[in-house]
């Protein structure tokens, strides 16, 4: 039980359980209508999935661009999988709160519009990968699949966090805000630019290519990344955008 207290991963599982008590609790107080909570809290839980899943994310490029045996990004790489298993929590919270307390559950199904019912059905999928990456992140797991295995299944990851990406921007009403979407898109560019980094720097390792090709890569990717992070949202319409008053409250 004390190896278990002083276990990093332990401390990151039960700060993120009393993080949600908190938020639920708090919003509770504060929040007079009941519809407005169901609402502001799956929202909460929502973000707080995304905060999670990118820091379970950026992780991998940070440790490649980080000195061998720097013993934070020890820490941090030894807190990933409890991270992500956060990251997870937090979506089961949001889904279930905008299922059944917004949505009203089953009943309700047959009454979405159908670019609402494709932007849940994104959400969904991307649930999905979350519940395989929290339930092969457990050791045991690990050496049954084998490490080489188990990280190309972890690579579908970044599949699925473009259909989340897809899920918010289609349904999400706070994303319509220009302050989160600044904070959002500065935080993508910042792991962009170190994932173009860490794949340029393996093309460079790995194929012994010279500067300007690994440069080359490194622009290459980091352009196609942040076009495709752009295109979205000027090819993907919002649907609260166009149905202001058909909001899900
Ligand atoms: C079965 C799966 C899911 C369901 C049923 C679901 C449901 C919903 C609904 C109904 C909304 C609209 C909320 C509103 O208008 O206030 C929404 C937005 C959102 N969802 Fe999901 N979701 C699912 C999966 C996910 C996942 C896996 C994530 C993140 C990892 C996520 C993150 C978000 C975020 C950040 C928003 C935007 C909130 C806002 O700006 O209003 N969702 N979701």
């Known amino acids: 039980m004390y190896e278990l207290k002083k276990n990093l991963r332990f401390k990151l599982l039960i700060s993120t359980f009393l993080l949600s008590l908190l938020l639920a609790i708090l919003m509770y107080i504060f929040i007079d209508s009941h519809n407005v909570y169901i609402t502001r809290l799956q929202q909460a839980y929502g973000y707080l999935a995304l905060l999670y899943w990118y820091f379970a994310l950026i992780v991998s490029p940070i440790k490649a661009i980080s000195p061998e045996n720097n013993k934070y990004v020890k820490r941090l790489l030894f807190a990933r ?19 059944f307390g917004q949505l009203e559950g089953f009943s309700g199904i047959s009454y979405y519009p159908r670019y609402f019912s494709v932007s849940l059905l994104f959400g969904l999928i991307g649930l999905s990968f979350l519940l395989v990456m929290t339930v092969t992140s457990f050791d045991k797991i690990v050496d049954f699949l084998t490490f080489k295995k188990w990280k190309l299944l972890h690579r579908l ?48 390792n790995r194929y012994k290519k010279t500067r300007v090709f690994t440069f080359l890569i490194f622009i290459l990717t980091l352009a196609l990344l942040c076009g495709l992070t752009l295109a979205i949202p000027s090819i993907v319409e919002r649907y609260h955008g166009d149905h202001e008053n058909l909001e899900v409250h």
Request: hydrophobic share 65%.
């Open 81 to 99: 999988r409890a991270i992500g298993v956060s990251a997870f929590y937090f979506a089961v919270l949001h889904a279930t709160i905008a299922f």
């Open 157 to 204: 990851g970044y599949f699925a966090a473009i259909l989340v990406y897809l899920h918010v921007w289609m349904v999400g009403t706070y994303l319509g805000r220009t302050w989160l979407q600044i904070i959002i898109l500065a935080l993508l560019l910042m792991l962009f630019v170190l994932e173009s980094w860490r794949l340029s720097n393996y093309f460079e």
